[in-house]
């Protein structure tokens, strides 16, 4: 069971100075569901090396019993350090793929060319698609074999906008989660705020918020 995690490479916050990059719960605690399992799992980003943490999310009140072992875990961050560039990566190598949140990438992975394509890939072959919070928007742009857009009629889910408006970034992200995915003709829903809510649809799956990452990534094993 071969499992490939996404990350971002992007640390700027819009234009407000501030640093960004991925959600460290959110790649985490799916990290270690994959590797409680048994699977075998590479890690990706646009420019390979580390990929940037969202350093809010190393703060204390966004600790987790994941967090807390990654960060103990000399293996795991070595590996993290060493993510592979994503066009290096083939659908073929892989048995699921898995997108880990942030801010980070409503900037990059959302327009990325060879994220697009392996997404495209990967779906065309029945295998797992799964994205977590921010990650549902890598999807916008996604075209299904027959051209339409690959969430289009199908449940989805992604950070709320009233959770990025709870956040203060509302006017600083390049395009909202959940406005995007409506727009594509997903058949978008939502828990409440900060509580878990993932949608699964065929081979598609995707998690609201941090408190998702866990969970999002037990329905992907589940369909391993």
Avoid at 52 to 61: C, N, R, T, W, Y
Avoid at 142 to 153: E, N
Avoid at 162 to 181: H, I, K, N
Wanted: charged share 25%; hydrophobic share 40%; net charge negative.
């Amino acid at each position: 069971m071969k499992i490939l995690i996404v990350l971002t490479s992007h640390d700027e916050l819009g234009n407000t100075g501030r640093k960004t990059g991925f959600w460290l719960e959110e790649f985490a605690a799916p990290y270690y569901v994959f590797k409680d399992a048994g699977a075998e799992i590479t890690m990706a980003s646009p420019k390979g090396g580390q990929p940037p943490l969202d350093p809010k999310s190393a703060e204390k009140d966004f600790q987790t019993p994941a967090t807390g072992r990654f960060n103990n875990d000399a293996e795991a961050r070595a590996a993290l350090a060493h993510s592979v560039q994503l066009k290096t990566v083939a659908a073929d190598d892989y048995d699921a793929i898995f997108y880990s949140g942030g801010h980070g990438p409503l900037w990059d992975l959302a327009e990325d060319k060879d994220s697009i394509a392996l997404i495209e890939a990967m779906h065309r072959k029945g295998k797992p698609v799964a994205a977590v919070c921010h990650a549902p928007g890598v999807l916008r742009h996604a075209r299904a074999a027959d051209g339409t857009p690959l969430v289009q009629g199908k449940g989805v889910t992604g950070f709320s906008n009233s959770e990025e408006a709870a956040v203060g970034l509302t006017e600083v992200v390049p395009f909202l989660v959940e406005d995007e995915l409506r727009k594509a003709g997903g058949k978008y829903s939502k828990g409440a705020d900060w509580q878990s809510h993932v949608i699964s649809t065929d081979n598609l799956i995707t998690g609201q918020n941090p408190a998702s990452s866990e969970p999002t990534a037990r329905a992907l094993l589940k369909l391993l």
